[in-house]
């Protein structure tokens, strides 16, 4: 995570300056008109993470500016985090400095919070931690009413679980998450809310059954489920997917499969060129997959999963990088129509943008 200048004045003027560039950026594509949805000015970030910084008897959090590891910033306040990471983050500190134990060779503390007031924090050393450690950290759940974990190499030590528990309203439904530590979870929890309720307003008229690839914890799976006769949803990592097993079971959702396979794989064995142990149990041959949702990495989509979503008569695609979302673009909407284009303000005071398209078959 890089330095944000949190300017709340200067908020809609940056966000205006943030639409214009992606309409210039997609101007060749028939755009319809670009749905904004705003963050908080303040107070956005459910999870971060801060080098510490020793200093004779000192002991501070460091940022680096973008792209320069060498020039380091100290952080004495920091209103771009959650109200419940700001208000412990500091007093967390300043209770570990006369530590010797808590202090010695820590170098980065990580927080993940929730809307819903829970909070994890992990403190990561270079240096082996035990049950001593264990003993003098105790005292900092109990004083902080947090999660904590330990971290150093080939060890994880947890005073409790790894997990917090987040809690959204999406349309006047609450949903629960399971989330856990050093797994992906969305960062803006209530732009979070904004591009799942835009996910289900556009895809209410659907139909059939939906495949979902990159599912992650079932963020949009779960919700979007209540759109579609059945959800067949795939994600790779396995923490990801006992945490959306999880996540299914909470929120009494019984039309939703998840199944631990690469989109790459999942691409191929629904058309028919390869079969999988793990999709055989699965009745596919029975779904009418209309619409396809998809979530990628940075990286965008490959060749063959371009070509196995143009399969779909409907395609939501969630970007969080509006260059390869404009490169695949160029392959979809040969067969594709715009109809829906919304970005989503997840990092304010950034250049980065996450994008949410809706195409349906031309």
């Known amino acids: 995570m890089s330095i944000s200048v949190v300017e709340p004045e200067k908020y809609q003027t940056q966000l205006t300056v943030k639409k214009a560039a992606t309409a210039e950026q997609f101007a060749d594509f028939n755009l319809p008109e670009i ?89 990561l050393y270079h240096r082996p931690i035990d049950e001593t450690w264990t003993e003098a950290a105790r005292e900092l759940k109990q004083k902080y009413n947090i999660q904590l974990i330990g971290r150093s190499r080939k060890t ?48 209410q008229n659907a ?17 979007m489920a ?19 097993q999880f996540n299914i079971e909470e929120n009494n959702i019984d039309n939703v499969d998840v199944v631990r396979i690469s989109s790459e794989e999942f691409s191929q064995v629904l058309s ?22 998809v979530d990628p990495p940075r990286s965008g989509l490959d060749d063959d999963t371009v070509k196995q979503v143009q399969e779909y008569d409907n395609i939501l695609y969630i970007s969080c990088n509006p260059d390869t979302l404009a490169e695949n673009l160029k392959v979809i909407t040969q067969t594709h129509e715009l109809k829906r284009f919304a970005i989503f303000d997840q990092f304010p005071y950034t250049d980065h943008l996450e994008c949410g398209v809706y195409l349906s078959r031309s």
Not at 53 to 81: S, T
Not at 226 to 244: D, G, H, L, Y
């Open 156 to 203: 994880k030590i947890l005073l409790d679980q790894d997990f917090v528990i987040e809690k959204l309203d999406i349309n006047g439904r609450d949903y629960i998450y399971k989330q856990v530590e050093n797994s992906f979870s969305q960062p803006n929890g209530e732009v979070c809310r904004h591009m799942i309720s835009w996910a289900l307003d556009a895809t």
């Open 226 to 244: 209540q759109n579609f006769r059945r959800v067949v949803a795939t994600e790779i990592s396995k923490t990801s997917v006992r945490a959306a």
């Open 35 to 123: 749905e904004v949805f705003e963050s908080p000015k303040s107070h956005y970030r459910m999870r971060c993470e801060f080098r510490v910084w020793h200093e004779d008897d000192d002991l501070y959090y460091v940022m680096f500016e973008k792209g320069n590891k060498h020039a380091r910033i100290r952080i004495d306040h920091c209103p771009m985090v959650s109200k419940r990471i700001e208000e412990v983050m500091f007093n967390l500190l300043e209770d570990i400095r006369p530590n010797e134990v808590l202090r010695r060779k820590l170098f980065q503390i990580d927080f993940l919070s929730t809307l819903s007031g829970e909070l994890l924090v992990t403190l």
């Open 272 to 293: 028919g060129a390869v079969e999988k142990r793990r999709t055989k149990d699965l009745g596919l041959k029975e779904c009418n997959f209309t619409t396809v949702l």
């Open 207 to 223: 139909g059939g059954d939906m495949v979902e690839l990159y599912c992650g914890n079932g963020n949009f799976t779960l919700p």
